[in-house]
């Protein structure tokens, strides 16, 4: 039956009423199309689309990697591998680019949403001529769903006040659950559902929660419901894991898996990763092994100790990928038993960006330390690591672990470089599979076409028959960028269609263009925010056209080995210019404006300076949590205290491995600061809490408003003091990636191990409000110094452990 729905304007209009209205019901007829809703075309098949976070293209065993992915080698298997796949190096750009069908700085997420800015590539606020394709599909009558991680919507936005149109269902999903933040500890997710924040859930059947598990369960759970209520329906279904960026959280059966077989170190994987993917064909037999950079160290210059935790660290990120993959496949195995494997789209991209260099050369037991701009050597790591449970401890809930940066090139192997460095195939090409039995008969076959994020969305719209609108909600609509490959299902000699590409992340930039790319990496590297580094690149000292240029011919070198721009000037000549013309086009300039918080760019000063939570207010987004950083603050608590007293925490920021906890325990008020897993400082009152209606303060006095200041701690009871002591070191711009703050108990891992056998640990009288001040008293210089480091205070140097 030919479909005459015009679904070119979106929402589709109601049709006209065919039916026969009389005086009274005699005589008239009903027309039941007016009941009906959207349809999806005819024989519309189900999609998903699995997206992995912060892996390599040299991950994979599917890809030659090292790592064990069965489930991705049977949807490969039963469909299609394609070899020249690329994303923006980055993961909020990557994902608004896939979701979109559009450049990223198109659609406002030139960065992430952390550093959004007063600049049309760099907003983080989705234009309303931009509709996901999401939401071209929920419109046609699909039943759409996302669960896991999500990262596109501003800190600003992430409460209950909203607004929402950057939340997952504004942009066109029915039903969400996951996590809003770049990242997330698996053993304590701080979860979202639909439009609202329902915090730390509970394990099943009396085991720890473990978000792999939990989101495929949602997932299954959802699939479940609309099949029992439509047995016919499409779905859609975007499957978005933590894993495999920071934390590596998994249980030590996954990471036993590997042991030992990192040992021979990265400089030796790389090689033995090299020979597979050559075996497997998924790499040119030409293709040459880029070297290591210099950054890196040699494996073999290292000692015998630091061997040992590297080695680990790899284990633990190897049997952490491996548990993902592992999901996946249950996620596929409830498809096959609802007998609709066969008719779905199965999209799997394996990784956002290449796999991550922001652990740093020593890698990290808290990546915390790494975003605080905290150098620490490999002595003080394995120190560190001793601290909190040792080498068997890593990918524990009592870490936050990073591997080594090392790791991560050799997860990009063949490639140069990794996340972030959008120059080089390191940070932009990642692994894809497709699947759809029902169309790709040239099972386990190879695919060579130039393939960018950009492309999914056209391509999905284009299997499952929907235009792309030229209006939504009546607003004109600016074109997809991306092209569909669906055309390569059956022909491995289709048509390139994608033959022209922009990438910049950053600062680092390339052109692509008919095989030919330009790389043009500004000379940084992605595990340095530090002021020292930042200064080389502030405005007006950095000029971008002086950052050195590489060229590679990728027809003929596969893997970025051979620098041509010496001998083909006017090529780079062309491809700088066409750059700049796609910059303009696409909103890329000014660059680093996603950056432009470091560099005193800052949003107008805000005048409220305090925050009042009444009740017990739980599960504060890390984003909307009071700035206590980098100056000082008060924090006042109403409590009623009944008669016997009252124990329990009155309000806590973070976890053990950064944060704040003020709590009342032994009939005394306390204290304790986590720094950063670093240290712990305690304080105490020196009396017993009174009962009945009682006011507790706590007040920070600065020594300076500058980065990671040093201060005095006083307690206060009733308006008296009642301790004081100092904290030497403070976090200087976060605690934590995604745990937030709660009022009258602590939720997830807790501030203070030493209360976690009551965790939550809530207060047992009644917290009646509690009221920050983080800017007490402060002349004008001071607010500006203030609002400059809340906006931009992001490191510290030369603190050791």
Not at 261 to 281: N, P
Request: glycine share 10%; with cysteine.
């Amino acid at each position: 039956m030919t479909d005459t729905t015009d679904r070119t304007k979106l929402p589709l209009r109601r049709p006209p009423f065919t039916g026969v209205t009389a005086k009274t019901l005699a005589g008239s007829e009903p027309d039941w199309g007016l009941i009906g809703h959207a349809e999806p075309p005819e024989g519309a098949p189900n999609v998903l689309l699995v997206l992995i976070d912060d892996a390599g293209f040299g991950n994979p065993s599917t890809f030659g990697g090292p790592i064990q992915t069965p489930n991705y080698d049977r949807i490969a298997a039963q469909g299609l591998r394609y070899n020249r796949f690329h994303v923006t190096a980055m993961c909020s750009p990557t994902r608004a680019s896939l979701l979109t069908g559009r450049n990223h700085h198109a659609v406002g997420m030139g960065g992430i949403p952390e550093f959004s800015g007063g600049f049309p590539g760099y907003s983080a606020m989705l234009p309303r001529d931009a509709a996901p394709f999401p939401k071209v599909m929920k419109e046609n009558g699909y039943s759409t769903a996302c669960v896991g991680k999500w990262h596109l919507t501003p800190e600003g936005e992430q409460g209950p006040a909203g607004p929402f149109h950057h939340w997952p269902n504004a942009w066109g999903f029915d039903y969400y659950w996951g996590f809003l933040a770049p990242e997330a500890g698996q053993y304590d997710t701080m979860i979202a559902e639909n439009q609202k924040f329902i915090g730390v859930q509970d394990g099943k059947n009396g085991e720890p929660f473990y978000f792999p598990e939990a989101m495929t369960d949602q997932a299954i759970d959802w699939l479940h419901g609309v099949r029992g209520h439509d047995a016919s329906k499409p779905w859609m279904l975007f499957y978005s894991t933590g894993c495999s960026h920071a934390p590596h959280h998994v249980a030590k059966e996954w990471s036993d898996r590997y042991k030992g077989q990192f040992d021979q170190g990265w400089d030796k994987l790389r090689e033995e990763t090299f020979a597979r993917q050559k075996a497997l064909g998924v790499i040119p037999p030409d293709t040459q092994l880029t070297p290591r950079p210099e950054e890196m160290p040699a494996w073999d210059s290292l000692s015998e100790n630091s061997k040992r935790l590297f080695a680990h660290q790899m284990e633990v990120y190897a049997g952490y990928s491996q548990n993902a993959d592992h999901h996946v496949g249950r996620l596929l195995d409830s498809i096959e038993e609802m007998g609709e494997l066969e008719n779905t789209v199965v999209v799997w991209i394996w990784g956002d960006n290449g796999a991550s260099l922001e652990g740093t050369p020593t890698g990290t037991f808290n990546e915390g330390t790494m975003v605080n701009g905290l150098p620490l050597t490999d002595e003080e790591q394995m120190q560190l690591t001793l601290k909190w449970g040792g080498v068997e401890a890593w990918g524990s809930e009592l870490m936050y672990p990073h591997y080594s940066t090392a790791w991560a090139w050799a997860s990009n192997t063949p490639f140069a470089w990794g996340k972030q460095v959008a120059s080089h195939l390191g940070g932009t090409r990642n692994p894809l599979v497709v699947s759809y039995p029902d169309r790709i008969k040239d099972a386990g076959g190879l695919r060579s076409q130039f393939t960018h994020v950009s492309d999914i969305g056209p391509t999905i719209l284009d299997i499952v028959g929907l235009p792309q609108p030229t209006h939504v909600d009546g607003i004109e609509q600016q074109p997809m960028t991306g092209a569909t490959f669906a055309g390569s299902f059956e022909n491995p000699e289709a048509a390139e269609r994608h033959t022209q590409q922009y990438f910049e992340n950053f600062g680092n930039r390339a052109m692509y263009k008919d095989g030919w790319w330009l790389a043009m990496r500004m000379p940084r590297v992605p595990w340095r925010l530090d002021p020292e580094m930042l200064k080389t690149f502030a405005p007006g000292v950095w000029d971008p056209d002086a950052d050195p240029v590489e060229l590679y011919y990728l027809p003929e070198d596969f893997s970025q080995a051979n620098d041509l721009a010496a001998s083909h000037p006017e090529k780079v000549k062309e491809l700088q210019d066409l750059f700049w013309e796609e910059a303009e086009k696409y909103h890329v300039k000014p660059l680093l404006a996603g950056f432009s918080p470091f560099f005193g760019i800052l949003p107008p000063l805000g005048e409220n300076t305090t925050v009042t939570y009444y009740g017990n207010v739980q599960n504060v987004a890390p984003g909307l949590v009071p700035r206590v950083y980098n100056h000082s603050y008060t924090i006042s608590a109403d409590l009623q205290i009944p008669e016997g007293g009252a124990e329990g925490v009155i309000v806590a920021d973070g976890g053990h491995l950064g944060g704040y906890s003020l709590f009342v325990e032994d009939g005394k008020l306390k204290h304790t600061y986590a720094f950063l897993g670093v240290f712990e400082y305690r304080l105490e009152s020196e009396r017993e809490l009174p009962t009945g209606d009682v006011n507790v303060e706590l007040t920070f006095a600065a020594d300076a408003p500058k980065p990671a200041t040093p201060g005095t701690i006083t307690l206060f009871i009733n308006g008296e003091a009642a301790g004081t002591g100092r904290l030497d070191h403070t976090v200087p711009f976060g605690f934590s990636g995604y745990a937030g703050l709660d009022v009258g108990q602590d939720n997830g891992l807790v501030v203070d191990r030493n209360y976690a056998g009551k965790a939550p640990f809530a207060f047992t009288g009644t917290v009646k409000k509690v009221v920050f001040d983080v800017a007490p008293h402060l002349d004008d210089q001071d607010e500006h110094d203030l609002h400059e480091h809340a906006s931009q205070g992001h490191t510290v140097r030369g603190v050791t452990a």
